[in-house]
């Protein structure tokens, strides 16, 4: 059966660690910007970082028809027993309107990282112990055995740092029924060097976590594409950049590749938690 998700979140989304912020002083700007992004016709907001449902619910609030997720919530940081009874709570509050999008993180990022792949089974266990449905939740898959494992306990994948090849190969792997929903970064830049500075500056955070790098390698790219703050090669296979047309092409190939949403991260070279209101707009339009 489909995923309900594929309706519920349309096909384009908003990723972004900004709205994901705790600082009580910025919470009208939150709401308001999340609800503008409900009106500019996005149908998801995937909140970046180690999220929660805690992260969601004031901008559930503030929103009528948008679907949250987080994108991801570690499971090395949230118990299977907590993270349910937060998701109970906000489900029973706003039915349907949010989404457990879950990750394993990094080995560089988190002391106690080991099996991960065990450590996802087992936390899906104790999900499914505390009841939290297996179409209420994403994973953050990469790899062959992750992506298996999110077609067959979890509602599909929202894969990060991707390319269209990468969204090919997860959809044979998945099937037609799950959610497939790459994230992408637009960088709203026509100056080749400066399009591609701005998405190298991004990527330097990343390019130290194998968890990336090898999925890179398993799709074609190699060690040299690697260095320097990746490759040209890399950099415009993993980012949309250019003008209108140029940036709608590269969205239009995820779709082309087998992508039911794709979730958008505007990246203006503004802080990671900044928000990009205007640029939102803008990418708004062009999809229109």
Do not use: C
Request: hydrophobic letters at 45%; proline letters at 6%; zero cysteines.
């Amino acid at each position: 059966m489909t995923s309900p998700l594929k309706e519920t979140v349309g096909r384009y989304g908003i990723w972004s660690v900004g709205l994901r912020s705790e600082d009580p002083d910025r919470r009208g700007e939150l709401a308001e910007a999340t609800a503008e992004l409900e009106e500019l016709g996005y149908g998801a907001v995937w909140l970046g970082g180690n999220s929660s449902a805690a992260h969601a619910a004031p901008l559930i609030e503030a929103t009528s028809k948008l679907t949250f997720g987080t994108s991801i919530q570690s499971i090395w940081q949230h118990e299977p027993a907590t993270a349910a009874a937060a998701f109970a709570e906000l489900e029973a509050a706003h039915p349907g309107r949010f989404v457990l999008g879950l990750g394993v993180s990094h080995a560089k990022r988190v002391e106690q990282y080991a099996r991960p792949y065990s450590a996802l089974v087992e936390y899906l266990d104790g999900l499914d112990a505390a009841g939290v449905p297996a179409n209420r939740r994403l994973l953050a898959a990469l790899g062959p055995k992750s992506l298996r494992l999110a077609r067959d306990r979890a509602a599909g994948s929202i894969p990060y740092l991707v390319t269209p090849e990468h969204t090919a190969h997860a959809r044979e792997i998945l099937g037609e029924a799950p959610l497939l929903a790459p994230e992408l970064g637009v960088v709203p830049e026509t100056d080749p060097d400066r399009a591609r500075a701005l998405a190298r500056e991004f990527l330097e955070i990343y390019l130290p976590l194998p968890n990336y790098t090898n999925n890179f390698l398993r799709h074609g790219f190699t060690e040299d594409d690697l260095k320097d703050g990746g490759s040209d090669r890399l950099v415009d296979a993993l980012f949309a950049w250019g003008d209108d047309t140029a940036i709608r092409a590269k969205i239009d190939a995820f779709f082309e590749a087998g992508a039911d949403h794709v979730a958008l991260q505007v990246l203006d070279g503004a802080p990671r938690d900044a928000l990009p209101r205007k640029a939102w707009r803008e990418v708004a339009a062009l999809l229109g």
